[in-house]
């Protein structure tokens, strides 16, 4: 069986997904600020949380399947190119660069990873038992 990991633009990909899952929630945010005012700050910041967990999670997966081996590797890797590429958008977009959205955004990413990368070997494995026949005993 073929070794493969995910290259370069797997990577950047999933990183993609991920800024463009986070970066759409606060676009929402920010546009339907008539709607959400009427929701208590602290629920938007778990929510916002959940949601930058969710997205780690999402990409992470995507970018683990392509791995045959190294899942949890896939996963911090792919953490850091989200990581990175979030901290192109933040310095880029944004007027007044936040610490604490950096640093939220990458435990997120790190735990997203992680647990996409756990997902994702979880799923392998479960097809792998489903493909291999159960040795026949003495009849």
């Not at 700050?41 to 992470?60: E, K, N, P, R």
């Not at 949890?72 to 901290?87: E, I, M, P, R, T």
Request: hydrophobic share 50%; proline share 4%; net charge positive.
């Amino acid at each position: 069986m073929k070794k493969r990991q995910p290259d370069l633009n797997d990577y950047i990909a999933g990183a993609m997904l991920a800024n463009g899952i986070v970066w759409t929630w606060l676009q929402m945010l920010s546009s339907m600020r008539n709607l959400f005012s009427r929701i208590p700050v602290g629920i938007l910041a778990d929510a916002s949380f959940v949601i930058y967990l969710l997205s780690g999670i999402v990409a992470s997966y995507q970018v683990c399947k392509r791995a045959s081996s190294g899942h949890l590797v896939a996963g911090v890797k792919f953490a850091a190119f989200a990581w990175g590429l979030s901290l192109l958008i933040i310095l880029s977009m944004v007027s007044e660069p936040s610490i604490g959205m950096a640093t939220t955004l990458l435990a997120c990413f790190v735990a997203g990873g992680i647990a996409g990368a756990y997902l994702s070997l979880r799923s392998a494995l479960r097809q792998k038992r489903v493909k291999t026949p159960a040795p026949e005993g003495p009849e």
